[in-house]
């Protein structure tokens, strides 16, 4: 079946760097993606998002790439700072028939750890 | 997370036992979904809702029930426990179906079955 994966299972950076993680889907459908932060022992919290039809999105520190050609998106952290320590999942909401139903398809997961 | 509460926190199940996981948000949202999460491994959708009185099959259903009689809540019945079932489990809802509709996530379930 249609997945998505993560290229790295942890990343360690030090404060104030840039961080970058990266996620690789294989369903060519996919026309929506989501970024979630799962801090230990809660559940998984949202980031930002984005549709198909960008490629680049900007948020609070957070930036998300979409390379479409590749089925490639990536996640950017500025600043990186201790509280960003979490496990980042890129999730695909699965299309059908002209809407969504949530139905989202997650990756692994990458350990994002930042030191002091 | 605002606004979608799972009970219990913990449970530890003997196999065979039956139990029901208790989902409600008070949002009022349409969409409630039930997801879990086994180690190294991403969260897999197990059932959904798309309003109250429709449920439909998510990727991994087997061994669970749901049931949506009202908009709030969405229970999870593991029917016969087994030990494959011990898992984190995740109830999450969002406004609407519609894509682009910010899926928000409870704070999760443990459950171990012995």
């Known amino acids: 079946g249609e997945s998505v994966g993560l290229h790295l299972p942890t990343l360690s950076v030090q404060e104030g760097d840039n961080s970058i993680i990266n996620c690789a889907y294989s369903n060519s459908a996919s026309d929506y993606f989501i970024w979630y932060k799962q801090e230990s022992g809660k559940g998984p919290q949202f980031i930002i998002d984005?549709?198909?039809?960008?490629d680049k999105r900007q948020g609070q520190r957070v930036t998300v790439l979409l390379n479409k050609t590749v089925k490639h998106l990536s996640l950017q952290i500025a600043a990186t700072q201790p509280g960003d320590s979490a496990v980042y999942f890129c999730a695909e909401n699965a299309h059908a028939g002209g809407t969504s139903y949530g139905k989202l398809t997650f990756g692994q997961g990458t350990i994002l750890t930042v030191h002091p | 997370n605002a606004g979608v509460t799972q009970t219990p926190k913990f449970q530890v199940l003997k196999t065979g036992q039956s139990m029901t996981l208790q989902c409600a948000q008070d949002?009022?949202?349409?969409?409630m979904s039930w997801y879990r999460q086994d180690p190294g491994m991403g969260l897999r959708l197990i059932h959904y809702?798309?309003?109250?009185?429709?449920?439909d099959q998510g990727e991994v259903p087997n061994g669970y029930n749901v049931s949506r009689s009202t908009t709030e809540d969405f229970p999870l019945r593991l029917l016969s426990a087994a030990p494959s079932q011990t898992s984190v489990y995740f109830c999450?809802?969002?406004?609407?179906?519609?894509?682009?509709?910010?899926?928000?996530f409870g704070e999760g379930s443990w459950l171990t079955v012995v």
């Open positions: 984005i549709r198909s039809n960008m």
């Open positions: 999450a809802s969002s406004y609407s179906a519609l894509l682009g509709n910010t899926i928000y």
């Open positions: 949002m009022n949202h349409e969409y």
């Open positions: 809702s798309v309003g109250a009185g429709i449920t």
